[in-house]
């Protein structure tokens, strides 16, 4: 052709013979271009639908976790296991489930639409309850602050108190104690499960945490004041002396002196000083300073919110404002206990014992400015499976005298008896005496003394402002059944935050 | 003009070598017509697929995130049915809706599937 070319003969035609190549080449690499991008369109619908049809599948799973994680049984068939099946149109599929760790699943989904595979995963985990305290979950909620009220005691149940607290006396609180205050814990024998408190805290003499201790402020502790657990402290630690088991995680600085120790290993973000030896005398496991502590988070440690309960109005509940009926020693439907009810219930012979029957409905007592102190001996049981509740209003009080008990029958059961006030009333529990109920008096004030009239003074939930508890004694924590209640305004479930069990896809994971 | 002479001075090709190269050409010619045709029809059909994917893709990915169909796009309607998975010898079933959503112009069709 270059011979041809260069003779020149018929070279026209070679050209165009060239340029015609050259556009057939050209329209072979449109046309593999227009095919190429069509396949690759079909292949995106397909991957699209597979990808539908594994999140299709994934829902599916999703809905049944939801429905039936109660069920121990119907989850353990899912998880760890692989399942598959098929929707028509919407091709093939294959499911696992994993659990990634306690209330928190992984369920993954792989769809062949058409031979395209696609795939789509979901975090499913288990709700939780609002953040922070319920306030029924406590022994005893201190709407205020307990310098000075908590006496001698033994307190078997969780305590929050809203200010600053003081346990001294050999008192012990057998259950987890939150402070929102500063905290000083001294005399012998004072222990806690665990304490978290927003101020400092003072362990001094024998005063002990049997639990985990966290701090907002600083940790002193001097004596063989002991924490049996871990510590975290955002501020410093002054440890003259004193003992802690386990770890240290102080936000600060650490001083040690005397014959302090901590068994296990101290984390500290300030500086570590001792008054005598070097740090490894007092940490014999090991210091290391650390630029990264992270505060205490406090939100698991608040409360919610203390609504002001009133008593139904005559509107809302009209019986309620009619004289209380005692029949045989029975009262059985709803009323007001006034001075007269007060008259006919101080005629009772010495020791009686009066019932108030909730078989057939819950029932409705109101003391309006009314003092309810019978001092006869007079036992009060609650019966039936309804609820009992007495509202308290203006200046009103009830004292329970020696040797009288008010309370549920059979006794032990969880109280339904709900002694609710909405200003600055008071209960007072004498010597040889019992009260079983849900007290909530956000205003008020609860003081108890004496001995028990068997082992405990009180048996529930108590929620008053102002405590003054002493003579050593004992305090049992019983879960009111708040659910149907005017308490129910407080999430229900387990104590310090646990509760709700619902199941939600938190994340969608891929595609 | 030197080009002009050149061809005058040679001997041409024939009639019938003209004849041959007129008719191949003609043939390549028609098939390179034919394929740009083609490929543009393709090409043109493809991208109409393609927007139609994405307006019937755009129904079901609304129908996840709870909001309503786009009717300007595409046509979202849904029928009782229910999804198994089988777990060994146990088997989840799931009451729920397909949901079909197509471009508003066209039958290209996503399914997809939501639990009552």
Redesign the interface.
């Known amino acids: 052709m270059l011979k041809r070319l260069k003779?020149?003969?018929?070279y026209a035609?070679v050209y165009?013979?060239v340029i015609?190549v050259v556009?057939?080449l050209l329209?072979?690499v449109?046309?593999s271009?227009?095919?190429i991008?069509?396949r690759s369109?079909a292949v995106?619908?397909n991957t699209?639908?597979g990808y539908?049809?594994a999140?299709?599948?994934v829902?599916?799973?999703?809905?049944?976790i939801i429905k039936n994680a109660s069920d121990a049984t119907a989850m353990s068939?899912?998880i760890g296991?692989?399942?598959?099946?098929s929707?028509n149109?919407?091709g093939t599929?294959t499911?696992t489930v994993t659990q990634q760790a306690a209330g928190r699943l992984k369920v993954s989904a792989t769809a062949v639409y058409n031979g395209e595979t696609s795939t789509a995963s979901a975090t499913v985990v288990q709700s939780v309850a609002p953040s922070g305290i319920i306030p029924t979950d406590n022994v005893i909620y201190v709407n205020g602050s307990a310098t000075s009220g908590l006496g001698q005691c033994t307190l078997n149940g969780s305590v929050y108190v809203n200010g600053a607290m003081s346990l001294s006396q050999g008192s012990a609180i057998n259950g987890f104690v939150v402070v929102k205050g500063a905290t000083s814990i001294t005399g012998a024998g004072n222990t806690t499960k665990g304490l978290y408190s927003d101020g400092n805290v003072t362990l001094d003499n024998s005063g002990t945490v049997n639990g985990d201790l966290f701090t907002k402020g600083d940790l002193i502790m001097g004596g063989s004041a002991t924490i049996n657990q871990n510590a975290t402290v955002d501020g410093s630690l002054n440890m003259p002396n004193g003992f802690i088991i386990k770890d240290a995680l102080i936000g600060k600085n650490a001083y040690f002196a005397g014959g302090a120790k901590i068994s296990g290993v101290l984390k500290y973000g300030g500086t570590a000083t001792c008054g005598w030896g070097t740090i490894s005398t007092f940490v014999p496991a090991g210091a290391t300073k650390i630029t990264n502590y992270t505060p205490i988070d406090a939100a698991p440690y608040s409360s919610q919110a203390l609504p002001i309960i009133s008593a139904p109005t005559s509107t809302q509940n009209p019986q309620l404002y009619n004289t209380a009926v005692i029949t045989n020693k029975t009262i059985s439907d709803s009323g007001t206990i006034n001075s007269s009810v007060v008259t006919q219930l101080n005629a009772l012979p010495w020791g009686s014992t009066l019932t108030i029957d909730a078989s057939a409905k819950d029932i409705n007592l109101l003391l309006n400015n009314q003092s309810f102190n019978i001092g006869s001996g007079l036992n009060i049981e609650v019966i039936g499976t309804h609820n009992v509740f007495i509202y308290l209003k203006g200046t009103s009080s009830i004292t329970i005298s020696a040797n009288e008990y008010f309370g549920m029958n059979p006794r032990g059961t969880n109280p339904r008896l709900y002694i609710i006030g909405d200003g600055t009333q008071s209960v007072a529990l004498q010597n040889n005496s019992e009260l079983d109920a849900c007290v909530y008096i956000p205003n008020g004030t609860l003081s108890a003394s004496g001995s028990p009239l068997t082992v405990y003074k009180f048996v529930g939930s108590c929620l008053v402002k102002t405590v003054d508890i002493s003579s050593n004694v004992s305090f049992q924590y019983s879960k009111p059944v708040i659910d149907g209640t005017p308490l129910s305004v407080f999430s229900s479930g387990g104590s310090s935050g646990g509760g709700g069990s619902g199941w939600y896809i938190e994340s969608w994971d891929d595609k | 003009m030197k080009?002009f002479k050149?061809?005058k001075n040679?001997?041409?090709?024939t009639l019938v070598?003209i004849i041959v190269?007129v008719a191949i050409?003609s043939i390549?010619?028609v098939?390179?017509i034919t394929?740009?045709a083609?490929?543009?029809n393709?090409?043109g059909?493809?991208a109409i697929?393609?927007r139609n994917?994405e307006n019937a893709?755009a129904g079901?990915e609304n129908k996840?995130a709870g909001l309503g169909a786009d009717t300007d796009i595409s046509i979202v309607g849904q029928q009782d049915?229910s999804?198994?998975?089988?777990?060994?010898t146990?088997s989840?079933v799931?009451s729920?809706k397909?949901v079909a959503s197509s471009d508003k112009n066209s039958t290209?069709?996503?399914?997809?599937?939501?639990?009552n």
């Open positions: 003779k020149k003969a018929g035609l165009v013979l015609f556009a057939t329209a072979m449109v046309f271009s227009a095919v991008s069509a369109t995106e619908h699209q639908q539908f049809t999140r299709s599948a829902n599916s799973v999703v809905d049944y068939k899912l296991n692989t399942g598959s099946g929707i149109n919407m599929y499911v | 080009n050149s061809i040679k001997k041409g090709m070598e190269s050409l390549i010619a098939f390179i394929v740009f083609s490929s543009n393709i090409i059909n493809n697929l393609k994917g893709a079901i996840m049915a999804v198994t998975v089988t777990f060994g146990n989840v799931t729920g397909i290209e069709k996503y399914y997809y599937f939501v639990p």
